[in-house]
């Protein structure tokens, strides 16, 4: 479980969130500058609130009241934005290997089986060996979610992860990390602002609107009014 | 063409490019990534060496590691002889005096890595440390080359701290500016001219390596 209660200002834009996220899948929704790539980064630690505090799986990682920041990477959660950000000097391989150097509970053969693990998951284990340069964008984006779940992390935010795949690969590479993401129980917060990818899991869904939550529920009823917009646009020839 | 303040010369210039790469990392790093309120004035202190008169520089180092000061005899005192007027405060002199040489073009080459790349190295769990060595140093490689041979370059064709630092000690602080300077003074133009080319033939085959080079993955691939 998530809890956050923050206040961020950047520039000329406000943000104010206070909610829980509860569920294992949680689909934030809006559209382009509403804050959503913020709230991921402030959850990671990769940005400071102006006030708040975050709590993941009952421990607080942000307090500004108290001066509590630990640092992004303590706090057990993987990150994967729409930049892939593969480390163009390492091979694949050690890319999905950087976060797992510090695991020094877990031996070598262990680190190894779980890099082969993590790219056969994504459907990338036949790139191993090859640099992150000669790769195309859909190859380059799962690669940096096997690299994001390498390390184990307890929580997992996506922030439109898989924009560069086709429909059907998307939608192949969301299920197995889906059953994946269920059976070594990590949360997850996924990041869109394309109603239909919101609409076509069955998450708790969390609208976000100019920095402010405007509501949070089961998706069909916070997207009511996209789905029907949706659904009108189908009705016309998807004009 | 007088080999011992040749060799005197790249000894220095070695010396000093060494030590320079040591300091000038971890502050390029800290001017480059830091949210510290203080880097303008950090920025600014490393950056004084380029605008400021080599001899005005001098002349506060030769006073500074002087007896006059407290500093000066305190440093005397630790280890046995005053750094004026010998090798070693040649080497703090030029250190000084080639700083924002070795600084500046590193603190470059960190800024113009992609930030994701280091917020992403920074969500696997990288330190400070382990992010310099496995992100920020390979990524601006290129950078550190062009710093280590502009600090050695700069080094070697000192001449205002040198002379008022050092003074022209035959073997000790004579290097080649010196040598050149006093060819010229006494009106003997074809060894300054040997001495001269011998400087810009090192000067344009080192600043041949920096251009050569293979340019840097710092903005990351065509993956994004």
Known sequence: MVELDLKAQRGSFHFEVACRFAAPWTVVFGPSGSGKSTLLRLIAGLEIPDAGRICILG??????EIGLKIPAGRR?????AQLSALFPHLSVAANVAYGLAGRIDLGRQTKQQRI???LDLVGALHLADRSPTALSGGEAQRVALARALAPMPR???????LSALDANARDQVLTDLQARLKAEDVQTILVTHDAADALATEAEVALLKEGRLIAIGPAEEVLAAERQRLLARLSNGGA | MDWQAFALTVK???LTTAILICLAVPIAAWLALGRSRWRAVAEAITGLPLVLPP????????VLLGPQTGFGRALTGLIGHPLAFSFS???????IYSFPFAVQPIVAGFSSIDGSLIDTARLLGASKIRLLHTILIPLAGRSLLTAAILSFLHTMGEFGVVLMLGGDIPGATRTLSLVLFNQVEGFDYAKANSTALILLIFCVALLVVVYARPKSLAAGGRNG
């Open chain 1, 116 to 118: 082969g693990a993590m």
């Open chain 2, 89 to 95: 405060g040649l080497v703090v002199g030029s250190v």
């Open chain 1, 155 to 161: 929580l997992l935010l996506l922030d439109e992860p």
């Open chain 1, 76 to 80: 057990m959660t993987g990150m994967v």
């Open chain 2, 12 to 14: 220095l210039a070695s």
């Open chain 1, 59 to 64: 421990q607080y990682v942000t307090d500004t």
């Open chain 2, 55 to 62: 001899t005005v520089l001098g002349f506060y180092l030769l």
